[in-house]
C-alpha cells in the first residue's frame, strides 16, 4: 500500500491545461531532420516551427464554440461536428441454435449455476461505431469494391485501338490502290492529278460557330463548360489500389463467439441384414482415433430392426419416444487424421451360452438355403422368443466391426478386404484440410498434426460414399475393454491383419457418409433439443453426437450443458462366495437413499423412452470378472446436493428357467457421490463393493470409508473399476477454478463459514484467500480457463469495481484482478498463437469486449443495464454519484483520496436518508432478473455500518492500477496493452450511454483525475516504444499500434483537444530521440503506423477543421478576419498570408489541420532528398496519403463538389511537396523515347554509358521528331542534382504521388488555386508545370495490345518484388546505396543477405518472404481485358483533363501578371507533350480548343518567340489530321485552319506555318508506320472548305495561299504514297526517299528531314555505313548555312570540308545559290541549325562509322570535330574523343585488311 500511497502523492493533482501546457513545452529535433524543411516559398510572417517538431494543436472543442460556420445547414453543416448518432450502444439477443434455450429446468439454483447461465443466455453488448466502416481501414479502393465503382463507365476513344481491322479500312486500301495507279502514271508534279483527287474527298464536319470572333473570355467560359461536364466525379474509382497487405488500420469485427464444431460428418443407417433374421439387434457407433487411444465422441445408438423383431420385446420396452428412433447422426471431428475409425458394435437379447455358440447359426446358414433348414431355423427362432419374453431387459455382446474413415474420405485405397463391396461414387479426392468458418479450433497444436498419412484429411469436401459393410468378427467375451478395441484397430490396418484368419459374421450393413450440410432440418443436439428449423416434430430425426475432442480445443462456452458419462470397466468377484457369474450392473443416478429417488436422467439409447432411472450393462455369459463396454449418459441437475450420487447395483442373472430361482439376484453394491467438498468427483475409480445393502446416511460418505458391520467382497479391496467424465459448462473441474469461484460466490451470498475443499474459511481469513486465490489462477489448467473465460472476466471485473465488503471493511482488490487479467491474457497470447490477427489480437479476447464485456451494475438487484433495464440503471448511476461524492468538497478531497487507500472511505453526509432512499427504490426492483451482486443482506450490512459498498468506475480504476503498476505486472500489460485499452474504452462510452452523457460536452464527460492518468499512461508507453524499439521490435510494434488505436477509439468520446495534445506528446518523445539516432528508419516507420491509424478515424477530416480559415494565430480580432473571409475578394494583406498560410505547411496550418498537417509534415520529411536513411519509407508515407486521399474520394458524406473542395483544402501543401520532389520523381518520359522531357543528365554523361549509345537527340532527329531540348527546363538546373540522383523514387511511389497530387487540383477551390499560382515566382511555376509534363506521361493511355501483352506476361510481379526490394535495401544508408545502385543489375540473385539493412528490414522482410502466391490469375478473360483498357483510358482521360483545368488556371493567372508571360511556353509545352501522347478523342477536342484559346491569346508567343513549338505544333496537328477518328480530325483541322489564319494576320503571309506544315508532312509521311493518306486527304478537304467559307479574309489572298499550301501538301502526299507500296522493298524504297529529298532541294528544313528519315532507315537495317553517310551529308548542309549565318573560323567552311569524308558531298552546296537568305522568316530555324546541332551530328556520323567498322572515317569525321571542341576549350569533351580515336586506330591495326576492306563497303550517292 505503501508504495501506492506514495505514488498518489507524486501525481500532483495538476489542472489538465496545465497538464497539457508541460506536454507542450519546447525541444529541439534531430540533426538529420533540424534543417528547417521550409517549403516552396516560405514566407510566413509569423514565427515557424521546424517541421521536425511538433506544433500544438488547436483546442478543438473550443475552437467549435468560437467559431461557429456561417451556413446553418447543408453540406457543410456535417463537415463541422461529429454527428449526434454517432456511437451507439446496442443489446443484440444472442443467436439461439435451438427452438427453446438450454437453461437447466430447476428454478432455484445456486449463484454460480445463476451465473453461468446469465453468461450464456444475456445479450451481446455492443458498442457500434455507427460511421466506422467509412474510415480508411475499410477504404472502398478495393478490387471487389472498386469493379462496383466502375460501372457504367462510357468507353473512351482511342486511336491506337482503333487499329486497322475494320472492313471499311480495306476498301479504302483497295480504292487507293486503284487511284495510285493514275499517280504512277503522271509525272511528278501534275497538279491535275492531285486536285482532282482533292476534288473527289470529303471533308470532315465543321465545328459551329468556329469562324465567329468572339470574345476570349466568352470562349474560355464556353470551354471551361464544355471540358466540366459530364466528367468521372471520384478520380480513384480508376486507379488501382497501391499494393498493400491488410491495410494497417484495419480491426476487424470479432466473431461472435459460438458453440465449437469441428468438421461435420452425416453418417445415415440404412439397413441391416443377417443372413438368417430370428432376433433383434441393436447397433451403436462411436469414432475411435487409434493415436491417441481416445474414443472422440459418444455413442449413436440405433436399430434397424423390422416391427415383427421389435414385438418380441413388446413386454419389456416402454413405448420408444420418437428422439430414439433416429437412424442418422452428425459427428464432429475437431483433429481429423488417419488414425480415426468408425467403430460399429452390435448386442442381441441376453441368451443362454456363451458369445460363440449364440453366433454359431449366423455363421453357419445361408440365406440361399432358407427352404432346407426350414425346420433349424424354426427351432432357432422359438428359442430366441422364449429368451426375448423372459431375458428381455438384458443386453449381451455380439459382434463388431470398423470402418478406416480416412479411407472412405480420401478414397484413397480400396477398403480392407473385411469390408469389401464399398460403393464408393468414382473418383479419387484428396481435398485438402480447410477449416469451417465456426470451427475455431485453436492452441499452439491445433494444426501441427493433421495427418498421420500423406494425404491432409479433409471432411468438409469428399464426396457422399454409400458403404455396405459385409464381414463382422464375433466379441470374444474376454476382449471387451477399449483397450482390447485399440489393438483390433491397430491390428486391422496391417497387411497381414490377424482379424483376417477369422471366422466372420456375414451380413449386410448399409451406410452413407457425407459430409454434413450446413444446417441440416430435424436435428437433436446431444441433450436433445430441437436445433432451428425443425418445421415438424413428428419426423425421425438426426441426432448430433457429442464429440470427446481428441486433444484440448479452445473455445469459451457459450451454452449450457450438463453431461456426465458413466463407463463401467470391469469386475472381480473370483474371490466372491456364492453363485455370480451371469453379472449385470444396475446403474442408477440417485438424489437421496431411499430405492424411489432414483432420478430419470438417464439418456435411452434406441427404441425406448427419453429418460430412464435405470441402466444396466450387457452380460456375459458364465464369467465372474467379466468386461464392460457400456457408455451411460446422465443429464445432471444443476444444482448438486452432498445427497446425490450413482448407485450400482450387482446382479446374478439366471439365464434358465429353474424352480424358486428368480430372475436376478443382487450380488453387491457400490456408490459414488456426487459432490466432494463441494467440487464434482470425476475420474477414474476402483470401488470395493459390499456384499449387502449400504446403511443409512451412507451417501455422504465414499464406499472407500470402512462402515462399521459392513461385508465386504474380498476385504474391501477395490474390484470395480468405473470411469466418470463430466462434460458441463458448469463444473469447471479445474480446483484452482472452483476456489475463486466459490469464495467470490460467497461473498455475493454472504455466506460464511465457506467450505472449500477440507477447508472452512472464516470471514476474517476471507480476504487472504481471497486474494491468494486470484494470484492462484495462474495455475490453472488453460483449457477450463479458455471455456470459463468470459465469467472469470466478469468476475475480475466486478471486483474492481464494487470492492466486496468483508467484517465491515471494504477491501480493495483493483491491484490483484489487474495482475490476474494480465496473466490471463498474456497465457491466451503464448499458447494460442493460431489465433491471433495481424495485430497480435486474440480472437477470443476481442470476441468478449466486443460482445460480452460490460460495466457490471454498481447495485446489488439492480435489473441488467440493458435496455429492459436502462431506467433503472441511470437512476442508479446518478444516484451513485451523490451518495459517493456530495458537493461538499472535504469530502471531494478524500474520495480522491480513496482510490488509493482502502481505509480512507468518503463517508456520505447523511447515510441514512441515503441509505434508506436506496433500499426503498430496490424494493421495487427486486422482481428484475439480477445481475451476480453482493448480498441480499447488504443493505441491512448497510444500516449496520453507515457504509455504502464503494463503487468505482472501471475505466478510471483499470487507467489507476495500470499507471501504478510496475515490474512484471507493468511488463504483462505492456505485452498486451491493446486488451486493457479496449477494456477502458469500452467501459468509457458504457459509461457514457448510462449516465446519459454521449451528447453532453466533450469537457465535462470525464473527471480530471482520469485524464491526468490516461495523459501519463500515454506518455509512459510512448516513452517505453522509444526506449526498447531496437531491442524487443515485435513487442513495440504491437504496443505502438494499440496506442494508436487507444487513442482513435478516445476521439469518439473525449476531448479531442487533448487526445490530440496526447499525440503531440508523444511525437515529442519520439522527437527528442531521433536527435540521438544514428539511423531513425525505424522508429520513423514506427511513427508513420502510429499516425496512420490516428488517421483512419471516420471523422478524420471534421477533426481537421476543415472549415476554418487559417488565420495567423496572433491576430488581433478574429471576427474581423473571419468576416471577410466568407467573401472571396483577396484583397487585404491579411488575405494574402492566407492563401500562402494554406499552401504551406505554415504554423496555422499545421495547428487548425492538426493531423493533416502530421501527414503532410511526414510527407514533406521523408521526400526530403536530404534525411538519410528514410529513403526505405517513402513507400509507406506515400502509401498512407494516398490512402487517406482515396478514402476521401469514395466517401458518400464527401461527394458534394463544395464539400470536396474543402477537403481538399487540408491537402493544399501537397502540391508544394511534390513540387521539391520532382527532380526525384521517376522519369516517366524517358519509355517514350521519340518525345519526352529529357532527364536532368547532362550532356556529358552520354558518352559514359558507352560511346557507341546513340545521342538521344539524334536518334529523336532520326525518328523525325523536332528535338527537344537538351536537359529540363531551367528551373531544374537550379537544385544541384547531380548529387542527389540516388534517391529516384520507384515508378509506383511516383504514380501514387501524381495521382494525390491529381486529386488535390481536380477537387481544389479554382479561385483559390488561381490566387496561389498568382503569389508564385516564374520559377515555381514552371516546376509545377513540369510536374504536369510527368503527369501527363505517368497517367498516359497503354492501349489493349498492351493489356494483352501485359497478360501472357507475367513479368510484371517480378518487377514489383525487384522495385520493393530496391526500395527496402536502399533504405539503409551510405555506400550501400551506391553499391545497389551500380548492381542493379544483379539485384534479384541477392534478395537477402549483407546487402540488407539493419533497420527496415524487420518489417519488411516479414512481408517479402511469403512471396505471395502470384493470386491474379494469369490468364485474364477477354472481358478483364477489355474492363481493363477501359479504366485505363478513362483514368487517362480524366487526368489529362485535370492537367488541362490546371493549364487553364495558369493561364488566367499569366492575364493577370503580366510579368509572368514567360511561362506560356512551359504551357504550351505541357500542351504538345500531351497532344504527343495517345489520347482519346474526348481529351483531344477540349486539348484543340484550349490551344486555339491560346493562340488567339497570344499570337506572337508561337510565331515569334517559341518558334520551335510553332513546329511542334504543326507536325502534332497534321498527325492528328491523318487520325481514323473523325471528331479527332474535324478539331485538329479546325486548329490548324485557325493557325493559319492567325499567322496572316499578324503580317499577311504565313510562310513560317506554312513551311513548318510542309516539313511537319514530310516527317510524318517518313516515319509514321500506320500513316493512312485518305485519311488526310479529308483534313485538308476540311481546311479547303473552311478557306471557302471564310467571308472575313474572302476579299485577302490568304484563300489562295491556303489552296496552294494544300495543293502542295498534296503533291507530297502522293509521292509519298508510292514509297508507301515499295515498303517491302529496301533499294527501291531509298531511292524514292532519295528522288523526293532532291525535290525539296530548295527547302534546306525539309532535306535535313529527308536524309535523316534515310539514315534512320538504313540504320533498321544496320547499313551502318551508309546511315553515316547521309548524315555526314546532313552535316553539310547544315555546315553550309551555318557559315551564311556565322562566321566563326573553328566552324567548317561549308560542304567543301567534307570531301575527304564522301565524294560527292558538294551536292548540298547548290542550295546556296537558291535560297536569297537563311534568316528570311521561317527557314534554318530548326535546331539542327545550330552549332550544337552540328556537333550532334557529326557525332552520331562517327558513332555509325564506328559500327560500320570503317574506322578511317571515323578519324576524318573527328578531323572536323575536334577544332569546334577545341575553341569551346571543352576538356572533357575532347579527352572522350581522343578516346574514341584511340580506339578506332588500334582497331585498324588488329585488322588485316585495311582501306581496302573499308572500300569495298564505300557507298555513294
Known amino acids: 500500500m505503501a508504495e501506492r500511497r506514495a505514488f498518489a502523492q507524486k501525481i500532483s493533482r495538476t489542472v489538465a491545461a496545465e497538464v497539457r501546457k508541460q506536454i507542450s513545452g519546447q525541444y529541439s529535433g534531430s540533426p538529420q531532420l533540424l534543417k528547417n524543411l521550409s517549403l516552396v516559398g516560405n514566407v510566413s510572417h509569423h514565427a515557424s516551427v521546424p517541421l521536425t517538431e511538433a506544433v500544438d494543436p488547436v483546442d478543438l472543442e473550443d475552437y467549435l ?231 472422440i465422441s459418444e455413442n449413436f445408438y440405433f436399430d434397424l430392426n423390422s416391427e415383427q423383431m421389435k414385438g418380441m420385446l413388446r413386454p419389456h420396452v416402454p413405448p420408444a419416444a420418437i428422439t430414439t428412433l433416429a437412424r442418422s447422426a452428425i459427428f464432429s471431428i475437431t483433429y481429423p487424421s488417419q488414425d480415426v475409425f468408425l467403430v460399429i458394435k452390435l448386442e442381441k437379447v441376453l441368451q443362454q451360452g456363451d458369445i460363440g455358440e449364440c453366433a454359431e447359426p449366423y455363421m453357419i446358414f445361408k440365406e440361399a438355403d432358407a427352404t432346407k433348414n426350414k425346420e433349424k431355423l424354426e427351432k432357432l427362432r422359438s428359442q430366441a422368443d422364449q429368451f426375448c419374453q423372459r431375458l428381455g431387459k438384458y443386453r449381451m455382446p455380439f459382434a463388431w466391426t470398423a470402418i478406416h474413415l480416412m479411407n472412405i474420405v480420401s478414397s484413397a485405397g480400396s477398403l480392407e478386404r473385411d469390408s469389401t463391396d464399398v460403393e464408393i461414387s468414382a473418383g479419387e479426392r484428396k481435398g485438402s484440410w480447410s477449416e469451417r468458418r465456426n470451427s475455431s479450433v485453436v492452441g499452439r497444436r491445433s494444426l501441427e498434426r493433421t495427418t498421420s498419412g500423406d494425404e491432409a484429411c479433409s471432411l468438409t469436401t469428399f464426396r457422399p460414399a454409400t458403404l455396405t459393410v459385409t464381414n463382422f468378427f464375433k466379441q470374444e467375451g474376454d476382449r471387451l475393454s477399449d483397450e482390447d478395441l485399440y489393438k483390433f484397430l491397430a491390428d486391422m490396418r496391417r497387411p497381414s491383419s490377424v482379424l483376417r484368419r477369422l471366422r466372420p459374421i456375414t451380413a449386410q450393413l448399409k451406410i452413407d457418409i457425407s459430409p454434413a450440410p450446413e444446417n441440416p432440418h430435424y436435428c437433436l443436439t446431444p441433450e436433445l433439443l430441437q436445433v432451428k428449423l425443425y418445421p415438424d416434430s413428428r419426423v425421425r430425426p438426426t441426432r448430433e453426437i457429442l464429440e470427446f475432442p481428441a486433444r484440448d480445443v479452445y473455445v469459451p462456452n457459450t451454452t449450457y450443458r450438463n453431461l456426465l458419462y458413466v463407463y463401467p470397466q470391469s469386475l472381480n468377484f473370483a474371490n466372491r462366495q456364492g453363485s455370480a457369474r451371469n453379472i449385470t450392473v444396475k446403474v442408477q443416478f440417485m438424489y437421496g437413499e431411499d430405492p424411489s429417488n432414483a432420478m430419470p436422467v438417464i439418456f435411452g439409447k434406441s427404441s425406448c423412452s427419453e429418460f430412464s432411472k435405470e441402466a444396466y450393462t450387457a452380460v456375459v455369459y458364465h464369467n465372474r470378472s467379466p468386461d464392460f463396454h457400456e457408455e451411460i449418459k446422465v443429464k445432471l441437475p444443476a444444482t448438486l446436493t452432498d445427497h446425490h450420487h450413482l448407485l450400482f447395483t450387482f446382479y446374478h442373472v439366471s439365464c434358465q428357467q429353474k424352480q424358486n430361482t428368480p430372475l436376478e439376484t443382487p450380488v453387491g453394491y457400490t456408490w459414488i457421490p456426487m459432490l466432494q467438498n463441494g467440487r464434482l468427483k470425476t475420474g477414474q475409480f476402483c470401488l470395493p463393493v459390499s456384499l449387502e445393502k449400504p446403511p443409512q446416511a451412507y451417501s455422504v460418505l465414499s464406499p472407500e470409508v470402512p462402515l462399521p458391520g459392513m461385508k465386504w467382497v474380498d476385504n474391501h479391496k477395490g474390484v470395480f473399476n468405473v470411469e466418470v467424465v463430466a462434460v458441463s459448462s458448469i463444473h469447471t473441474q479445474d480446483p484452482y477454478l472452483d476456489k475463486f469461484f466459490a469464495l467470490v460466490n460467497a461473498l455475493d451470498e454472504h455466506m460464511f463459514p465457506v467450505r472449500i475443499g477440507d477447508m472452512r474459511i472464516m470471514e476474517n481469513t476471507l480476504e487472504n484467500e481471497l486474494k491468494s486465490s486470484i494470484s492462484a489462477l495462474s495455475s490453472s489448467q488453460l483449457e477450463p480457463v479458455v471455456r470459463f473465460l468470459h465469467l472469470l472476466l466478469d468476475k475480475l471485473i466486478l471486483l474492481v469495481v464494487r470492492p466486496p465488503v468483508i467484517a465491515g471493511q471494504i477491501v480493495n482488490l483493483g491491484q490483484a484482478s489487474f495482475e490476474a487479467m494480465a496473466s490471463i491474457v498474456n497465457r491466451l497470447h503464448k499458447n494460442l498463437e493460431g489465433s491471433q490477427d495481424q495485430h497480435g489480437r486474440n480472437s477470443l479476447l476481442t470476441s468478449y469486449i466486443y460482445y460480452v464485456f460490460r460495466l457490471p451494475n454498481t447495485y446489488p438487484n439492480s435489473p441488467s443495464p440493458g435496455p429492459g433495464g436502462l431506467g433503472g440503471s441511470v437512476h442508479y448511476a446518478t444516484m451513485a454519484r451523490s451518495a459517493v461524492r456530495p458537493a461538499s468538497l472535504h469530502l471531494n478531497r478524500s474520495r480522491s483520496l480513496s482510490n488509493s487507500n482502502p481505509d480512507i472511505s468518503g463517508t456520505p453526509t447523511s447515510p441514512d436518508d441515503e441509505v434508506r432512499s436506496i433500499i426503498g427504490s430496490k424494493a421495487m426492483d427486486r422482481s428484475c432478473n439480477r445481475m451476480s451482486s453482493h448480498t441480499e443482506t447488504s443493505s441491512f450490512l448497510q444500516t449496520l455500518t453507515g457504509r455504502l459498498p464503494t463503487k468505482k468506475l472501471f475505466h478510471e480504476e483499470l487507467a489507476l492500477q495500470w499507471v501504478v503498476c510496475s515490474g512484471s505486472v507493468r511488463e504483462a500489460a505492456l505485452q498486451q496493452a491493446w486488451f486493457f485499452f479496449e477494456l477502458m474504452v469500452k467501459s468509457m462510452v458504457h459509461h457514457l450511454y448510462f449516465t446519459d452523457k454521449l451528447d453532453s460536452p466533450r469537457k465535462n464527460r470525464f473527471p480530471e483525475r482520469f485524464m491526468d492518468d490516461i495523459a501519463a499512461l500515454a506518455s509512459t508507453i510512448a516513452s517505453d516504444i522509444v526506449s526498447r524499439f531496437q531491442k524487443d521490435t515485435e513487442m513495440v510494434e504491437r504496443l505502438n499500434m494499440s496506442l494508436a488505436f487507444f487513442l482513435n477509439d478516445l476521439l469518439s468520446v473525449m476531448d479531442r483537444g487533448f487526445v490530440f495534445s496526447l499525440v503531440k506528446a508523444c511525437y515529442k518523445q519520439v522527437s527528442s530521440k531521433l536527435y540521438s539516432l544514428p539511423n531513425p528508419s525505424l522508429l520513423v516507420s514506427l511513427r508513420l503506423d502510429f499516425l496512420r491509424v490516428i488517421c483512419s478515424h471516420e471523422h478524420y477530416v471534421t477533426l481537421n477543421l476543415p472549415c476554418s480559415l487559417l488565420t495567423p494565430p496572433a491576430s488581433p480580432s478574429p471576427s474581423v478576419s473571419s468576416a471577410t473571409s466568407q467573401s472571396s475578394g483577396f484583397s487585404t494583406n491579411v488575405q494574402d498570408q492566407k492563401t500562402a498560410n494554406m499552401f504551406e505547411l505554415s504554423l496555422p496550418f499545421r495547428q487548425q489541420h492538426y493531423l493533416a498537417g502530421l501527414v503532410l509534415t511526414e510527407l514533406a520529411i521523408i521526400l526530403d532528398p536530404d534525411a538519410d536513411g528514410l529513403f526505405g519509407l517513402h513507400k509507406k508515407v506515400i502509401n498512407m496519403v494516398h490512402n487517406l486521399l482515396s478514402s476521401h474520394d469514395s466517401d458518400p458524406r464527401y461527394s458534394d463538389p463544395q464539400v470536396k473542395a474543402r477537403v481538399a483544402m487540408l491537402y493544399l501543401p501537397l502540391i508544394g511537396i511534390i513540387m521539391e520532389t520532382v527532380p526525384q520523381l521517376y522519369d516517366f518520359t524517358e519509355t517514350h523515347n521519340q518525345r519526352g522531357r529529357p532527364s536532368c543528365v547532362a550532356i556529358e554523361d552520354y558518352e559514359s554509358e558507352g560511346g557507341n549509345m546513340i545521342s538521344q537527340t539524334v536518334a529523336m532527329a532520326i525518328a523525325g521528331a523536332p528535338v527537344p531540348q537538351l536537359a529540363r527546363p531551367s528551373s531544374f538546373l537550379l537544385t ?237 496537328l497534321l498527325r492528328h489530321c491523318s487520325s481514323s477518328v473523325s471528331s479527332i480530325r474535324s478539331h485538329a483541322s479546325a486548329s490548324l485552319y485557325l493557325l493559319m489564319r492567325q499567322n496572316f494576320e499578324i503580317g499577311n503571309n504565313f510562310a513560317r506555318v506554312k513551311m513548318q506544315v510542309t516539313m511537319s508532312l514530310s516527317s510524318l509521311v517518313g516515319t509514321s508506320q500506320s500513316f493512312n493518306e485518305e485519311f488526310l486527304r479529308r483534313s485538308l478537304k476540311t481546311i479547303l472548305t473552311y478557306a471557302e467559307e471564310d467571308l472575313d479574309l474572302r476579299e485577302t489572298t490568304f484563300p489562295d495561299q491556303v489552296q496552294d499550301l ?81 562566321d566563326r573560323k573553328y566552324l567548317p567552311v561549308g560542304c567543301v570540308t567534307f570531301q575527304n569524308i564522301s565524294s560527292n558531298v558538294l551536292e548540298e552546296s547548290a542550295v546556296s545559290d537558291d535560297v536569297v537568305s537563311p534568316d528570311e522568316e521561317g527557314i534554318c530555324s530548326g535546331k539542327y541549325f545550330t552549332e550544337a546541332g552540328l556537333v550532334g551530328l557529326l557525332e552520331q556520323a562517327a558513332a555509325s562509322f564506328s559500327m560500320a567498322g570503317m574506322y578511317e572515317a571515323v578519324n576524318e569525321v573527328y578531323k572536323v570535330l575536334i577544332p569546334i571542341h577545341e575553341a569551346n576549350r571543352d576538356a572533357k569533351k575532347l579527352s572522350v574523343i581522343h578516346g574514341k580515336l584511340q580506339e578506332a586506330f588500334s582497331k585498324i591495326v588488329h585488322q588485316s585488311t585495311g582501306w581496302e576492306f573499308v572500300l569495298c563497303e564505300y557507298f555513294s550517292f
Open 1280 to 1516: 544541384s542534382s547531380a548529387g542527389r540522383q540516388h534517391s529516384m523514387f520507384s515508378a509506383e511511389s511516383s504514380r501514387s504521388l501524381l495521382i494525390c497530387l491529381l486529386w488535390v487540383l481536380k477537387n481544389a477551390d479554382e479561385t483559390v488555386l488561381q490566387k496561389w499560382f498568382t503569389d508564385l515566382s516564374v520559377l515555381q511555376l514552371n516546376r509545377l508545370l513540369d510536374l504536369l509534363h510527368l503527369c501527363v506521361s505517368c497517367f498516359e493511355y497503354k492501349g489493349k495490345k498492351v493489356f494483352e501483352r501485359m497478360n501472357s506476361l507475367t513479368f510484371k510481379k517480378s518487377k514489383d518484388m525487384r522495385a520493393k526490394l530496391e526500395e527496402a535495401i536502399l533504405g539503409s544508408i551510405g555506400a550501400r546505396q551506391e553499391m545497389v545502385r551500380r548492381s542493379r543489375g544483379q539485384l534479384e540473385r541477392s534478395p537477402s543477405g549483407s546487402a540488407f539493412g539493419s533497420q527496415e528490414n524487420l518489417r519488411w522482410r516479414k512481408d517479402m518472404t511469403h512471396w505471395r502466391q502470384n493470386t491474379e490469375k494469369l490468364d485474364k478473360s477477354r472481358a478483364e481485358i477489355e474492363h481493363e483498357a477501359l479504366i485505363d483510358g478513362n483514368l487517362a482521360t480524366e487526368a489529362n483533363l485535370i492537367i488541362l483545368d490546371t493549364l487553364e488556371i495558369v493561364v488566367q493567372t499569366v492575364s493577370l501578371a503580366e510579368s509572368k508571360e514567360s511561362i506560356l511556353g512551359g504551357v504550351l509545352k505541357v500542351l504538345l507533350h500531351s497532344m504527343a501522347c495517345h489520347q482519346s478523342a474526348l481529351y483531344l477536342q477540349h486539348c484543340f480548343a484550349t490551344q486555339r484559346a491560346l493562340v488567339s491569346k497570344f499570337p506572337e508567343l508561337l510565331f515569334e518567340e517559341e518558334t520551335e513549338q510553332c513546329a511542334d505544333l504543326c507536325l502534332r
Open 65 to 295: 464554440i468560437t467559431h461557429p460556420l456561417a451556413v446553418e445547414s447543408g453540406p457543410l453543416r456535417d463537415l463541422l461536428e461529429f454527428p449526434p448518432d454517432d456511437i451507439e450502444v446496442v443489446y443484440n439477443p444472442r443467436d439461439c441454435r435451438t427452438l427453446v434455450s438450454a437453461v437447466p429446468e430447476e428454478s432455484e439454483m445456486d449463484p454460480h449455476v445463476r451465473d453461468c447461465v446469465r453468461s450464456y443466455t444475456e445479450d451481446w453488448a455492443v458498442v457500434n461505431r455507427k460511421y466506422h466502416k467509412l474510415g480508411t481501414g475499410f477504404n472502398p479502393n478495393t478490387l471487389d469494391k472498386q469493379k462496383e465503382r466502375q460501372k457504367g463507365l462510357p468507353k473512351q476513344i482511342f486511336e491506337s485501338d482503333e487499329g486497322p481491322d475494320g472492313n471499311s479500312y480495306q476498301d479504302e486500301q483497295d480504292d487507293l490502290k486503284r487511284r495510285s495507279m493514275s499517280i504512277d502514271d503522271t509525272p511528278r508534279g501534275s497538279w491535275a492529278c492531285s486536285i482532282f483527287d482533292l476534288k473527289n474527298s470529303l471533308p470532315d464536319a465543321l465545328l459551329p460557330s468556329l469562324l465567329d470572333r468572339a470574345a476570349n473570355e466568352d470562349i474560355d467560359r464556353q470551354n471551361d463548360d464544355q471540358r466540366k461536364a459530364g466528367r468521372h466525379k471520384e478520380l480513384f474509382a480508376l486507379h488501382p489500389a497501391p499494393d498493400e497487405e491488410e491495410p494497417i488500420e484495419r480491426l476487424s469485427i470479432p466473431e461472435i463467439p459460438r458453440e465449437h464444431f469441428g468438421q461435420r460428418l452425416l453418417v445415415k443407417c440404412l439397413s441391416l441384414k443377417f443372413e438368417i433374421e430370428i432376433e433383434p439387434i441393436f447397433a451403436s457407433l462411436a469414432l475411435y482415433d487409434v493415436k491417441e487411444k481416445k474414443k
Open 1606 to 1686: 494544300v495543293f502542295n501538301l498534296h503533291m507530297i502526299l502522293s509521292d509519298t504514297v508510292k514509297m508507301k507500296e515499295h515498303q517491302e522493298d529496301p533499294e527501291m524504297l531509298i531511292d524514292l526517299m532519295y528522288r523526293i529529298a532532291k525535290g525539296y532541294q530548295t527547302s534546306p528544313d525539309l532535306r535535313l528531314t529527308w536524309l535523316q528519315n534515310m539514315a534512320g532507315k538504313h540504320s533498321e537495317r544496320s547499313n551502318h555505313a551508309e546511315a553515316a553517310q547521309c548524315l555526314v551529308h546532313s552535316a553539310a548542309l547544315v555546315a553550309e548555312y551555318l557559315s551564311m549565318l556565322e
